[in-house]
């Protein structure tokens, strides 16, 4: 599974975007987007994920279901 | 519509758009000003006090750090940093009304770029804005390449404006030698608490080395790395403010032992400011109904302090992307859609040449002063008591009761007027009050005080003052403010030695909480 942002709950703070270790997050329509593709769920880099982590609003970023989980490779 | 108050020297005038304004500052190049008598006064503390020649030299033109130079420099705050590391039980990031004017909330953000075109367009407009402010609307040095990108594009482009940031501190520490290399004047720091038991009931979270940390361990941490980001400032001779966020129950009683490490450790100014809490804010400590401080807890505390170092006592808590003198906020003419229309001319000269004139200003009002303190020799008596002023600003008494927005408050003894703050009365946001209903909101600000200084005043609200024991004065109208207070308050010695009236104490006031009307 990947992360997702709530659009609804995004202040566009920006705080994620240079936290995630994926350059997963970007900017868009004037909120932030999490590339599912590409977030690893910080797996393999941090014990949290960070933009869970330094988002000031709880349940923004959460884990999006419809995304299959993540898979380390190697 | 709120009042602003006019930049131009003399005089003072409805907000007007910012082309009349830009014509007013051309007709000034052309007629050389006259430099009038206005003069503004904020209080005895207003000069030196005993601030080291060189720290008075750096502050005497910033409008936050010296009480006296608020009333004739002006700065503005450009919100570049939108991001924050932590959460404080007073914010909410999501709150956002464009009434709204506090820490922590603007209208728009900025990149760099837009940022140097405002600072440009401000300047321009205004030739007495001489300080750059970074505060957020989240933390400056939790973005920090847009800050510093920032102070880099301003230093080159107008390197006569100082540069200053407002940061919680937790990564400070990082970046000192970058704001010493970037030459930012001054730096304030937030510090609510050097206790991790008190921060735990402050702070929920920070974000610190790729972790969301809680409770007494991340408030541990926040406070080692405050005070460790304050040692370092001063040991680099860069000028510390203390900004503390008074909350009564939470960290009231520890704020003087926060006065004494600060102090310790070289900041030079101390600034205790009222918690914000309404409900409709959404903050945490708005939810839980926590309490603001009453307007004699927080000169209580602020003089308590007083004798450990400068406390600021005109802080008015202004929004991250405030423009004008302190008091006012101007930002809605600098929008970033005005200011790309903006025929922008940086002219340093003229910029220079009206400081100039503003430091005439200066020198006459403290001329103005000594006057007006001599009245009170030879007189002795321990009463003190605190009177309101309604002023417009120049140093006089020149504002209407019921068109006062706000009022200051001075302590008068024999030893002469002291200014120890303002109360805000203006309307609040969620509306509906007329000029009557609002009155006993007005009144329960001023209440602490024996009388109310005002230009003039209609007879229904004066009854009801009178009715409340406050007295009302118009007699003073247009005069300086510390010499009519002084001359009022010797009258006042003299009726209470002739037995006319009784001197009692007066209550306690309310200070306002929520936004303000400014449309």
């Given at each position: 599974?990947?992360?997702?942002i709530?659009?609804?709950?995004?202040?566009a703070c920006a705080?994620?975007?240079?936290?995630?270790p994926?350059?997963?997050?970007?900017?868009?329509?004037?909120?932030f987007i999490?590339?599912p593709?590409?977030?690893?769920?910080?797996?393999?880099y941090?014990?949290?994920?960070?933009?869970?982590?330094?988002?000031?609003?709880?349940?923004t970023?959460?884990?999006?279901?419809?995304?299959?989980?993540?898979?380390?490779?190697? | 519509?709120?009042?602003a108050i006019?930049?131009?020297?003399?005089?003072?005038?409805?907000?007007?758009?910012?082309?009349?304004?830009?014509?007013k500052?051309?007709?000034?190049?052309g007629?050389?000003m006259?430099a009038g008598?206005g003069?503004a006064?904020c209080?005895?503390?207003?000069g030196q006090?005993?601030?080291?020649?060189?720290v008075?030299?750096?502050?005497?033109?910033?409008?936050?750090?010296s009480?006296?130079a608020?009333?004739?420099?002006?700065?503005?705050?450009?919100?570049?940093?939108?991001?924050?590391?932590?959460q404080?039980?007073?914010?909410?990031?999501?709150?956002?009304c464009?009434n709204e004017s506090?820490?922590?909330v603007?209208s728009?953000?900025?990149?760099?770029?837009?940022?140097v075109r405002?600072?440009?367009?401000?300047?321009?407009?205004?030739?007495?804005?001489t300080?750059?402010?970074?505060?957020?609307?989240?933390d400056?040095?939790?973005?920090?390449?847009?800050?510093?990108?920032?102070?880099?594009?301003?230093s080159?482009?107008?390197?006569?404006?100082?540069?200053c940031?407002?940061?919680?501190?937790?990564?400070?520490p990082?970046?000192?030698?970058?704001?010493?290399?970037?030459n930012?004047?001054h730096?304030?720091?937030?510090?609510?608490?050097?206790?991790?038991?008190?921060g735990?009931e402050?702070?929920?979270?920070i974000?610190?080395?790729?972790?969301?940390?809680?409770?007494?361990?991340?408030?541990?941490?926040l406070?080692?790395r405050?005070?460790?980001g304050?040692?370092?400032?001063?040991?680099?001779?860069?000028?510390?403010?203390?900004n503390?966020?008074m909350?009564?129950?939470?960290?009231?009683?520890?704020?003087v032992?926060?006065?004494?490490?600060?102090?310790?450790?070289g900041?030079?100014?101390?600034?205790?400011?009222?918690?914000?809490?309404?409900?409709?804010?959404g903050?945490v400590?708005g939810?839980?109904?926590?309490r603001?401080?009453?307007?004699?807890?927080l000169?209580g505390?602020?003089?308590?302090?007083?004798?450990?170092?400068?406390?600021?006592?005109?802080?008015?808590?202004?929004?991250?992307d405030?423009?004008g003198?302190?008091?006012e906020?101007?930002?809605a003419?600098f929008?970033t859609?005005?200011i790309?229309?903006?025929?922008?001319?940086?002219d340093?000269?003229?910029r220079?040449?009206y400081?100039?004139?503003?430091e005439q200003?200066?020198r006459?009002?403290?001329a103005?002063r000594?006057?007006?303190?001599?009245?009170?020799?030879g007189?002795t008596?321990?009463?003190?008591?605190l009177?309101?002023?309604?002023t417009?600003?120049?140093?006089?008494?020149?504002?209407?009761f019921?068109h006062?927005?706000e009022?200051q408050v001075?302590?008068?003894?024999?030893?002469?007027?002291?200014?120890?703050g303002?109360?805000r009365?203006?309307?609040?946001?969620r509306?509906?009050?007329?000029?009557?209903?609002?009155?006993?909101?007005v009144?329960?600000?001023?209440?602490d005080?024996?009388?109310?200084?005002?230009?003039?005043?209609?007879?229904c609200?004066?009854g009801?003052?009178i009715?409340?024991g406050i007295?009302?004065v118009?007699r003073?109208?247009h005069?300086?403010?510390?010499?009519s207070?002084?001359?009022w308050f010797?009258g006042?010695?003299d009726?209470?030695?002739?037995a006319?009236?009784?001197h009692?104490?007066?209550?306690?006031?309310?200070?306002?909480q929520?936004?303000?009307?400014?449309?």
């Amino acid at each position: 599974m990947a992360y997702k942002i709530v659009k609804s709950q995004c202040t566009a703070c920006a705080a994620c975007e240079p936290e995630c270790p994926n350059n997963a997050i970007r900017e868009k329509d004037g909120t932030f987007i999490i590339k599912p593709e590409k977030c690893t769920e910080c797996i393999g880099y941090f014990d949290d994920p960070q933009c869970v982590a330094v988002c000031p609003v709880e349940n923004t970023c959460i884990i999006d279901a419809a995304c299959p989980r993540y898979q380390a490779t190697a | 519509m709120r009042q602003a108050i006019d930049v131009s020297i003399g005089g003072v005038q409805e907000m007007k758009p910012l082309d009349k304004v830009m014509q007013k500052m051309a007709e000034h190049k052309g007629c050389g000003m006259s430099a009038g008598s206005g003069k503004a006064s904020c209080g005895s503390a207003a000069g030196q006090g005993d601030l080291a020649p060189e720290v008075w030299e750096k502050v005497k033109n910033h409008p936050c750090y010296s009480e006296e130079a608020h009333h004739h420099y002006a700065r503005m705050h450009v919100a570049v940093a939108p991001s924050c590391n932590m959460q404080c039980n007073y914010c909410n990031r999501k709150y956002d009304c464009a009434n709204e004017s506090r820490p922590g909330v603007v209208s728009e953000k900025l990149t760099p770029q837009q940022a140097v075109r405002k600072v440009l367009a401000v300047a321009s407009a205004i030739p007495q804005m001489t300080v750059l402010g970074i505060a957020g609307p989240g933390d400056p040095l939790a973005n920090p390449e847009k800050t510093f990108k920032t102070f880099e594009l301003i230093s080159k482009v107008a390197p006569d404006i100082k540069l200053c940031l407002s940061t919680n501190g937790l990564a400070l520490p990082d970046h000192v030698d970058t704001i010493k290399n970037l030459n930012v004047d001054h730096v304030t720091i937030t510090i609510n608490m050097i206790d991790p038991e008190v921060g735990a009931e402050i702070y929920p979270w920070i974000f610190y080395k790729h972790r969301r940390i809680k409770g007494r361990e991340a408030a541990k941490i926040l406070a080692e790395r405050q005070l460790q980001g304050l040692d370092m400032l001063t040991e680099r001779g860069i000028l510390c403010k203390v900004n503390s966020v008074m909350i009564p129950g939470i960290n009231d009683r520890h704020l003087v032992d926060v006065n004494k490490a600060v102090k310790s450790r070289g900041a030079f100014l101390h600034n205790i400011m009222p918690l914000i809490s309404s409900p409709e804010h959404g903050t945490v400590f708005g939810l839980t109904g926590q309490r603001g401080p009453s307007a004699q807890e927080l000169k209580g505390l602020q003089d308590s302090c007083e004798g450990q170092m400068n406390m600021m006592r005109h802080c008015r808590q202004c929004r991250a992307d405030a423009v004008g003198l302190l008091g006012e906020d101007r930002s809605a003419e600098f929008t970033t859609e005005k200011i790309m229309e903006m025929d922008v001319n940086y002219d340093a000269d003229t910029r220079k040449a009206y400081q100039q004139m503003v430091e005439q200003e200066r020198r006459s009002k403290v001329a103005a002063r000594q006057g007006g303190l001599s009245q009170v020799t030879g007189e002795t008596s321990d009463i003190r008591v605190l009177v309101a002023v309604a002023t417009q600003g120049l140093g006089r008494i020149n504002e209407h009761f019921g068109h006062a927005r706000e009022f200051q408050v001075y302590e008068l003894s024999t030893g002469g007027a002291k200014f120890v703050g303002h109360r805000r009365v203006d309307l609040y946001c969620r509306g509906g009050y007329g000029e009557k209903d609002s009155l006993p909101t007005v009144i329960r600000a001023i209440n602490d005080c024996h009388a109310v200084f005002v230009a003039k005043i209609g007879g229904c609200p004066r009854g009801e003052l009178i009715q409340a024991g406050i007295e009302p004065v118009d007699r003073y109208a247009h005069e300086f403010i510390e010499q009519s207070a002084i001359a009022w308050f010797k009258g006042y010695l003299d009726r209470v030695k002739r037995a006319e009236i009784r001197h009692t104490a007066r209550g306690d006031a309310d200070i306002r909480q929520g936004a303000y009307v400014v449309a």
